[in-house]
């Protein structure tokens, strides 16, 4: 069978960009993937092409909005919805598969919907969907949100969704927004090999390698710099986690949206800027998107999730695999990876307070670290 694959991102260090590279290489093993649609060009990111599976053809069409990234976000969005919506983009600025290249199409992601637009309207293809998010969060376009109705239009192809979340997948079928697509469970799951050789390398000469603190007790927070990551509640606790931890560093990991046009940017910005021109900037890094960013959770003592929407998060398996205490916020599919009270602590969304005590309470009890990682990692082990 002649498989199109689309996946927004390949090269990025987020849980759907490396969804994106398993996929594909599962979809290599049981199928010829005649075409890859993507934005990303791995050979110029974090992650190069040779690292991938081989496909027949690799298209990388170019966001037309990138071009006047720096002229401001207004006009940005503004030419970038027109071509998009009104299907210029695939006529004019890229060559794109055709239904005669492939027998089905497989979608990493409702925000790569957009690159496949022309193989789903004509509807000789069956398309699979895999869906990350909840469906109060329907991305339709890279770094956009839109409304049910965008989403559905560019999904009249779409025959089947696959869910990385039990709850999410219950929260689409309860939500009357699915229009008879079938459905199917497809849990997040981490490079397995990769997780278990770092798992196994030395806490203090990572961090010698890494330049982290040798004596510090060090919390992660492994995510984009997004609103809905929530890495803000983290900033607004500060004090109080170093009044109640003097010897806390906290480090922020993952790819800081702080250009012109990205989504959250202004958000992003400001939040790096209060952190590197406050009184705890010493104590509190910004260090962007890293390559080896599964070292550095590996270097910490703890990590801390305070998502506000997610599906299920990549980066609590790969905690769960590499005995990482875990504090999260127990929203969407969380729960399903972390139980509350065993494997980790949960927190009301936004509940500040009680987020600060729960981290407080882990690092000052190793052996309560020693239980929760012992039975995150049988729980990963068993049930992922």
């Not at 192809?157 to 939500?175: P, Y």
């Not at 490079?191 to 770092?198: G, P």
């Not at 695999?321 to 504090?327: D, E, F, H, N, Y």
Request: glycine share 6%.
């Amino acid at each position: 069978m002649k498989v199109v694959y689309a996946n927004v991102h390949f090269g990025a260090r987020h849980g759907e960009a490396i969804a994106g590279q398993h996929i594909l290489r599962a979809l290599n093993a049981v199928a010829t993937v005649s075409a890859v649609v993507s934005y990303d060009r791995p050979e110029r990111k974090v992650l190069r092409r040779d690292e991938l599976p081989p496909a027949e053809k690799w298209y990388f069409p170019r966001p037309p909005g990138k071009l006047l990234r720096r002229r401001g976000r207004g006009l940005k969005r503004w030419l970038d919805n027109l071509l998009r919506y009104r299907g210029w983009r695939r006529r004019f600025f890229a060559p794109y598969p055709t239904s005669r290249t492939c027998e089905a199409i497989v979608i990493n992601g409702g925000s790569a919907l957009h690159l496949c637009e022309s193989l789903l309207s004509d509807r000789s293809c069956p398309a699979l969907l895999v869906v990350h998010a909840p469906a109060r969060r329907l991305s339709a376009g890279p770094r956009q949100e839109q409304g049910a109705d965008t989403f559905f239009r560019r999904a009249r192809g779409v025959k089947a969704l696959a869910f990385v979340s039990r709850k999410v997948e219950k929260d689409w079928l309860e939500s009357g927004l699915l229009q008879g697509q079938s459905t199917y469970y497809l849990p997040n799951c981490c490079d397995e090999e990769e997780v278990t050789r770092i798992a196994e390398l030395d806490r203090a000469d990572l961090r010698r390698r890494l330049g982290l603190p040798l004596e510090r007790e060090i919390v992660i927070c492994l995510a984009g710099v997004l609103e809905r990551k929530g890495q803000d509640l983290v900033v607004s606790q500060l004090e109080s986690l170093l009044r109640q931890r003097p010897n806390l560093h906290v480090i922020f990991v993952g790819r800081i949206n702080d250009h012109w046009g990205a989504f959250d940017d202004r958000w992003s910005r400001d939040l790096v800027e209060q952190v590197e021109s406050g009184d705890y900037s010493e104590r509190c890094r910004f260090l962007g998107e890293k390559p080896d960013a599964l070292e550095y959770l590996r270097s910490s003592d703890l990590l801390v999730l305070p998502s506000r929407r997610e599906a299920l998060p990549l980066v609590l398996l790969e905690a769960m695999a590499m005995r990482v205490p875990i504090v999260a916020s127990e929203i969407d599919g969380i729960p399903e990876a972390v139980v509350d009270g065993e494997t980790g602590i949960l927190f009301e969304m936004d509940d500040a307070a009680a987020m600060t005590d729960a981290i407080v309470r882990l690092l000052a009890s190793s052996e309560l670290r020693e239980q929760m990682t012992s039975k995150g990692h049988q729980r990963y082990w068993t049930s992922f």
